[in-house]
């Protein structure tokens, strides 16, 4: 980067639009903290276990609609608008909670708040990464995790200790907040240029580099304008982008990595974690839930740094390994509890199994797995689809949400918790090959280097096979 330049914008715009992230943290960790207020009566709530995973499970339902209307506004009315409009309905739901202790209207309320979630699912990491540099593209992405475990923080350091009301309160102003916070950043350049606004365009480079050189800017926005013409030239549909073979190798890697972010059980640990954590006598919920809060905030912003150091490829590796070794201790316990029917004093002498594997998990997942998938999302695809590309991957992730945790309870009483974490565990270790031998590494290259070295390694690997077949005829 010139020394003409300014990254100060880009940070705090970047930051910004990651904080929205932290309803989504706090909207995942709120049945955490809420369900033993249901069981012990503090919420006044007369509802079913059938009817909590209800509750529970909607909110990955309200985020499928929420992906479809994030595509729409981000492609007609921006992605600034798009932002600072998730908060109408996170608003709505969060206060129809507040309201009701009626479980089909707070089933209602987690539906609407459900579809905020995935409409800033869809929108933020494409703004982060349109309006910043390469160098900073990662870590900037990486901060979406940060505000993201921020907020399940919140509700697990405060939640248990305060009325269900209160803790519904919390929810609601965290929209306030963040629609406020929205209002002033300025909109993506790529959104502009897509559009054909060339002088909205250069203003917000200007303003997003800190710096009044027209001529560096130009130079910069030769290249994009060039590669950003080219893709709207080929607007596509969401047919198109399935059946077109120039979007087939992003569309696989895209489809692993969220496989790998939601089948490991993030999900699952997030919304029953107290309840988890009571069944074992190492540590009280309350506490394991705070210091979970605790480790994971501390290792997303561990993980802001590791991505201006080291690969992709090796973090989602590495996270990957420590994920399915982490479920596969969790396992052992319940295992060992529940079907082996080990003596209470050995119980007693592994009780620290399930604390430890629960927050080893939550420092490598959030290192790798946990959002290195959303940055690639963003990287892989080009302008011309990458709203309806962002959308259908957030909305396979809302479907993969909606079964994990709607089955959960089912499964764990047919067959018990252990074999739920280990499935996890499995689905971890298959993802280590597919990482190795599919995954490309874009650390320090731009969008469109990356999106050209798809293309080029799709169209080499196109190439290769109609060489091959050409030889098998002329043998024959």
Not at 137 to 152: C, D, E, F, H, Y
Request: with cysteine; hydrophobic share 45%.
């Amino acid at each position: 980067m010139s020394n003409k330049t300014n990254r100060k914008v880009q940070y705090l715009s970047g930051v910004c639009a990651a904080y929205v992230f932290t309803f989504t943290g706090a909207t995942l960790g709120w049945s955490s903290p809420a369900i033993p207020k249901f069981l012990n009566g503090e919420a006044n709530v007369a509802i079913t276990s059938t009817e909590t995973s209800w509750v529970v499970s909607l909110h990955s339902a309200g985020a499928l609609l929420g992906c479809y209307i994030g595509k729409v506004l981000n492609e007609n009315v921006g992605r600034r608008c798009t932002l600072t409009g998730s908060a109408v309905p996170a608003v709505l739901g969060a206060s129809i909670m507040i309201m009701t202790v009626t479980p089909w209207l707070m089933c209602i309320a987690r539906f609407l708040m459900g579809s905020a979630t995935g409409i800033i699912a869809v929108v933020t990491m494409i703004y982060v990464t349109e309006i910043s540099d390469k160098e900073i593209r990662g870590s900037l992405g990486m901060t979406i995790q940060v505000m993201n475990n921020l907020g399940t923080l919140t509700v697990y350091s405060i939640g248990p200790f305060v009325s269900y009301t209160a803790l519904n309160a919390i929810i609601l102003s965290i929209p306030i907040s963040y629609a406020i916070l929205c209002s002033w950043i300025p909109e993506s350049p790529y959104y502009h240029l897509k559009d054909g606004r060339i002088e909205a365009a250069k203003k917000v480079f200007l303003k997003l580099k800190g710096t009044t050189d027209e001529k560096l800017i130009e130079e910069e926005m030769s290249a994009i304008r060039i590669h950003v013409r080219e893709s709207m030239e080929n607007k596509t549909t969401f047919k198109e982008l399935v059946t077109n073979i120039k979007y087939r190798k992003a569309i696989y890697i895209v489809l692993g990595l969220k496989l790998l972010q939601y089948m490991t059980g993030i999900l699952v640990i997030q919304s029953y974690l107290e309840v988890i954590f009571r069944q074992t006598s190492f540590i009280s919920g309350p506490i394991c839930s705070i210091v979970y809060g605790f480790v994971q905030l501390a290792a997303g912003i561990c993980a802001t740094f590791l991505t201006r150091w080291v690969g992709r490829r090796t973090l989602m590796f590495t996270s990957c390994l420590g994920v399915s070794v982490a479920m596969t201790l969790v396992g052992l316990y319940f295992y060992l509890r529940d079907a082996v029917h080990v003596t209470p004093e050995t119980l007693q002498a592994i009780s620290w199994l399930p604390v430890t594997g629960i927050v080893a998990f939550n420092i490598l997942y959030a290192n790798g797995i946990g959002n290195l998938p959303y940055v690639m999302q963003a990287e892989l695809f080009p302008v011309n689809v990458k709203g309806i590309a962002s959308s259908s991957a957030t909305m396979l992730a809302c479907i993969l949400g909606f079964i994990v945790t709607k089955c959960y309870q089912q499964v764990k009483d047919a067959f018990g918790d252990h074999v739920v974490f280990w499935f996890f565990a499995l689905v971890g270790y298959t993802g280590l090959f597919f990482i190795y031998f599919f995954v490309p590494e874009t650390k320090s290259k731009t969008l469109e280097e990356v999106q050209d070295d798809v293309q080029n390694r799709l169209e080499e690997e196109a190439f290769s096979s109609a060489m091959e077949r050409e030889e098998i005829k002329s043998l024959s």
